[in-house]
């Protein structure tokens, strides 16, 4: 009993992967469309896409170690 329930909570906790894939896909896809719009500030955009993305994949990194400790704890 205690062993499925630690398998249901780590893969619900795992689900914020989920966010995490739809909030990269988000900050890049924004990415293309404003250096389409306007080419000049590619560089300035492209810094501020990286850093949307650190912190896109850390909330997805975090839920993972999350169900990882669940999981093996």
Do not use: D, V
């Amino acid at each position: 009993m205690l062993a499925a329930a630690k398998y249901i909570g780590a893969g619900l906790a795992c689900s914020g992967l989920i966010g995490a894939g739809a909030g990269i896909g988000l900050i890049f896809s924004s990415l293309i469309a404003s250096t389409a719009r306007n080419p000049q500030i590619r560089g300035q955009l492209f810094s501020y896409a990286i850093l949307g993305f650190a912190l896109a994949e850390a909330t997805g990194l975090f839920s993972l170690m999350i169900g990882f400790l669940l999981l093996y704890s």
